[in-house]
């Protein structure tokens, strides 16, 4: 993204390989996590957003969030995610 404009091959290569390993990571994970992760962080909705649009209390958008992103992390660092 911005971040990789002045940056040299090396680094846009090792940006490239962190994005495969979030993907595929991200496919990894049930469908629930799928959904909040994508109103939260790829439609970049605030968490009332997401309640109201999911039709759930805060409470569980925070509580789906959090457990999403804890799965997230264990899938990337599963030994598969880095192939």
Do not use: C, W
Request: overall charge positive.
């Amino acid at each position: 993204m911005g971040r990789s404009a002045g940056s040299s091959a090396p680094g846009v290569a090792g940006e490239g390989t962190r994005r495969a390993v979030v993907a595929r990571a991200f496919q990894a994970l049930p469908s629930a996590h799928r959904e909040i992760l994508a109103e939260t962080v790829f439609r970049d909705r605030s968490v009332n957003e997401a309640a109201a649009s999911l039709g759930v209390p805060v409470d569980v958008v925070k509580l789906r969030v959090y457990q999403a992103l804890r799965a997230l992390s264990t899938a990337m660092d599963a030994p598969h995610a880095g192939r």
